[in-house]
């Protein structure tokens, strides 16, 4: 069986998005450190579960070559 050329994408592809989405949230660390710490926890606790949203798609499609389920 042939190594699929996809999984090396998508590791680089999740790693890219865990920089990419790090370096977008901390751009906005002067803004959220005046905040208020318990609405900070929840903006850091949100934003750092939402990443993973796109991340299904993407495993799938390491996996199968597809973006979705077929029906």
């Known amino acids: 069986m042939t ?5 090396p ?6 790693v ?15 803004t959220i450190g005046r905040w208020h710490i318990l609405v900070q926890l929840a903006f850091y606790v949100f934003t750092g579960i939402v990443w993973i949203m796109p991340l299904k798609p ?3 499609w390491m996996e199968t ?3 979705r389920v077929p029906r």
């Open 3 to 7: 190594p699929s050329w996809r999984k």
């Open 9 to 14: 994408a998508g590791a680089f592809a999740i």
């Open 65 to 67: 070559g597809r973006w």
């Open 16 to 30: 890219a998005l865990i920089i990419g989405w790090g370096v977008l949230i901390a751009s906005f660390s002067a």
């Open 58 to 60: 993407l495993l799938l």
